[in-house]
C-alpha cells in the first residue's frame, strides 16, 4: 500500500511521462516538416521511450493495487524556429523530469517506502542518461558550428548524426 503522497507523486508522474512523449513527437512533426528526417527519427525513438516510463509506472501502480487516474495533458509547442531550439528545448525538459524523478525518490525515501524508492532507482539511471545524451548532442552541434541556420552543411551532418544518436549513447538502458 502505498501513501497518499507517494500515490500522488507517481499518479501524476504518469501523465508527466505521457506529456514528454506528447512533446516529443510534436518535436518529430516539426523535423518532417523540415525535412530533417534524422532529426525526426531521433524523436520518434525518443517519443516511444517516454511511453514506456509511462507503462512502467501505470504497471507499478497496478501492481500496489492503486487505480491510476490520468491528468489533462496540453497541446505541445510547434512553432520552433529552429533545430538548437528544438535540442535545447527537450533538454530543458529532460532536467525538469529529472527534478519531478529526484522528488519521487526523496519522499519515498524519506517515508522508508524502500519498495518504491528501488522501483524509482531505474529512473535516476534513466534520466542521468537522457540527460546525458541531450548534452551530447548540444556538444556536437557546437562542435559542427551549427548555430541554428535553417539549411547548411553544419545542419545536415546534425540531422545525419540524430539519425542514429540513440544507438550510440546506447539506447535505453532496460
Ligand atoms: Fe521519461
New binding site residues.
Partial sequence: MLSKTIYQLLNDQVT??QD??YKYLQMAAWAEKEGLSGAAKFFRVHSQ??EG??DRIFDYLNECGQEVVLGAIDAPKHDYDNLLEVIQAAYDH?KK?TGMIKRIAEASFAEQDYQTFNFIQW?VA??HE?ETLFMTVLDKARVLGYEGEKQGEALYLLDQYLANAHEEAGGDPE
Avoid: D, N, T, W
Fill in positions: 508527466a511521462e514528454a512523449a521511450e517516454e516510463h509511462r529532460e523530469v529512473f534513466e534520466q537522457e
